[in-house]
Structure formats: C-alpha cells, structure tokens
C-alpha cells in the first residue's frame, strides 16, 4: 500500500490492520516512529513484519538497535546510489553484531575500494567505493556518468571493510573536511552525536576558517534539553579532538529534501540570530 503522506502511526496501523510483511522507509521515518509516546507504541506489535527496509541516507547505529530492540529483528539497511542501485546490505544480524556498518554485498555484486591512484586499497584501509553488478545506469541524460574501474562504478563515497566483510560508509567523497591539516568525514560526527541520549539527528558541515581551512559546526535536533558542553564532551569522550565540534547549534529539525535526504547546503547558509 502507498500513502501519499508520511504519518508515523498511520504507518503502524496500515501495516497492522493490513498484515503487510514489508515495509520500505527512510531513516528519518523510523526515528519519527520511535520517537511517538510509549502509550502509542504499545498499541502495535506488527507481527506481520519480517522486513523493513531502509535506505535513501545513512542509518545511524542507535538508531537500528532501538528499532530491533522495539520490534524485532527485521531490519534490512540498503546502501547503495542511484547510479548502482544496491551495493550492500546489513542484515538484522550484520546489525546486531556492527550497528553502524552498511553490511555485505548482495549475490552477484562486487564491491571494491581504490585509492586516489585507482590503486586498490588494503584491508582496513579507507578508500572509494566502486561498485559492480547488472543493475549500473548507463548515464545521464545530460551526457556524462561517474568513475570507472576495471568495469565497476563509483558509488561517490568513501569506506572501509573490516575482517568480517562487512563495509562502513564514511561518507561522500567530496564531503571530507580538512580541518588544522587533518582529514575528517562528517558522518563519524554525526553518528557520534546521534549515539547521545538527548540527540534525535545530526548533520556536521565544514566552515571556511583562515587559521584551520576549516572548522567543523554540528546541528542537532533534541528530545531533552541539552547544553552545547555536554555535546562536546560526548563527542571528545568517543572520537580524538580534532573531531570535536568548534560549534554545535540546536534547531527544531534538520532540512531534507523529498527522499529524506539532508540539505546541507541550507545549514551551510545558516546566520547565527545572535
């Protein structure tokens, strides 16, 4: 069933009073789900339910547990693109075992990771994430595609594998912050943030600074009140300092486009009011 409009307990009801066994979501709609009173939640148990899948953006790793954790092991987190379709996917147990990882390719899909000399990268190490199956576009309509190696497309991210297989995404290629000489990917931040109890979603950008290159500066939208230190300190309790946020600024909710997607670009033009 298709609804028109994204409700967060519509969706429970639908699913419950139509026995569906599938349900295909951004992340963003389960937080909002999760996020409905306790009193709600406990009317719905979804029986039916064996997959939910979720793709469109990252999927934080608290955030899946406490799906799980809410409504059962039927998770799936689809990475993939536009140009590649699928590349992989982490199942409830790739879940359970590595929240944060996007999984292991499907049958019939080869992903690799090159450098920026089209090297391949060691295991371990981080690199650009080339995708090979039967489903690759074949271009734009405005003429153009993106990288090729050895007939495997890019993804337009960057990851690492580690010794189980599985891949975590890093982020875009072209989002790394070069902050004070050192290299940074936002979404490390933002998972980080997410990982605090008073976080609903983060989103972590870079400033053009004249002593750093650039600073980094976080939003985030919360369901409890929290200072801007508390954040910091979260964020330099789990990630090294030059990770730490020089600003942290709290808005109702993140700006996103029709697919859930983050609009950088809108926090980027953000004005301090002060």
Same mark, same amino acid.
């Given at each position: 069933?298709?609804?028109?409009?994204?409700?967060?307990?519509?969706?429970?009801?639908?699913?419950?009073?139509?026995?569906?066994?599938?349900?295909?979501?951004?992340?963003?709609?389960?937080?909002?789900?999760?996020?409905?009173?306790?009193?709600?939640?406990?009317?719905?148990?979804?029986?039916?339910?064996?997959?939910?899948?979720?793709?469109?953006?990252?999927?934080?790793?608290?955030?899946?547990?406490?799906?799980?954790?809410?409504?059962?092991?039927?998770?799936?987190?689809?990475?993939?693109?536009?140009?590649?379709?699928?590349?992989?996917?982490?199942?409830?147990?790739?879940?359970?075992?590595?929240?944060?990882?996007?999984?292991?390719?499907?049958?019939?899909?080869?992903?690799?990771?090159?450098?920026?000399?089209?090297?391949?990268?060691?295991? %371990?190490?981080? *690199? $650009?994430?080339?995708?090979?199956?039967? &489903?690759?576009? /074949? @271009?734009?309509?405005?003429?153009?595609?993106? !990288?090729?190696?050895?007939?495997?497309?890019?993804? %337009?991210?960057? *990851? $690492?594998?580690?010794?189980?297989?599985? &891949?975590?995404? /890093? @982020?875009?290629?072209?989002?790394?912050?070069? !902050?004070?000489?050192?290299?940074?990917?936002?979404?490390?931040?933002?998972?980080?943030?997410?990982?605090?109890?008073?976080?609903?979603?983060?989103?972590?950008?870079?400033?053009?600074?004249?002593?750093?290159?650039?600073?980094?500066?976080?939003?985030?939208?919360?369901?409890?009140?929290?200072?801007?230190?508390?954040?910091?300190?979260?964020?330099?309790?789990?990630?090294?300092?030059?990770?730490?946020?020089?600003?942290?600024?709290?808005?109702?909710?993140?700006?996103?486009?029709?697919?859930?997607?983050?609009?950088?670009?809108?926090?980027?033009?953000?004005?301090?009011?002060?």
């Amino acid at each position: 069933m298709l609804r028109r409009r994204f409700d967060p307990e519509d969706v429970l009801r639908v699913v419950e009073e139509n026995h569906c066994e599938s349900l295909v979501v951004i992340p963003v709609m389960l937080q909002r789900i999760l996020n409905l009173d306790d009193s709600v939640l406990a009317g719905y148990s979804m029986p039916s339910l064996k997959v939910v899948a979720s793709s469109g953006s990252a999927l934080p790793g608290e955030l899946a547990l406490s799906w799980m954790n809410r409504f059962g092991e039927n998770l799936y987190n689809i990475y993939g693109s536009t140009e590649v379709a699928w590349a992989t996917i982490a199942t409830p147990e790739d879940l359970r075992a590595a929240p944060s990882s996007a999984g292991k390719p499907p049958h019939n899909t080869i992903v690799r990771l090159f450098d920026d000399a089209d090297q391949p990268v060691p295991m %371990g190490g981080t *690199g $650009r994430i080339f995708v090979g199956n039967s &489903l690759l576009f /074949e @271009g734009y309509t405005g003429g153009g595609s993106k !990288s090729m190696i050895n007939g495997l497309m890019s993804s %337009g991210d960057v *990851g $690492r594998f580690d010794a189980n297989g599985r &891949l975590y995404v /890093e @982020g875009r290629d072209d989002e790394m912050i070069v !902050s004070g000489g050192e290299n940074v990917f936002p979404k490390e931040i933002e998972d980080c943030l997410v990982g605090h109890d008073a976080v609903v979603e983060a989103a972590a950008i870079g400033i053009d600074d004249p002593e750093f290159g650039a600073r980094l500066r976080a939003f985030v939208s919360v369901s409890a009140e929290v200072t801007e230190d508390e954040l910091k300190e979260h964020v330099k309790a789990n990630l090294a300092r030059f990770k730490v946020p020089k600003q942290i600024v709290v808005i109702p909710e993140l700006p996103r486009n029709a697919t859930g997607k983050v609009l950088k670009r809108e926090l980027a033009a953000w004005e301090d009011p002060a």
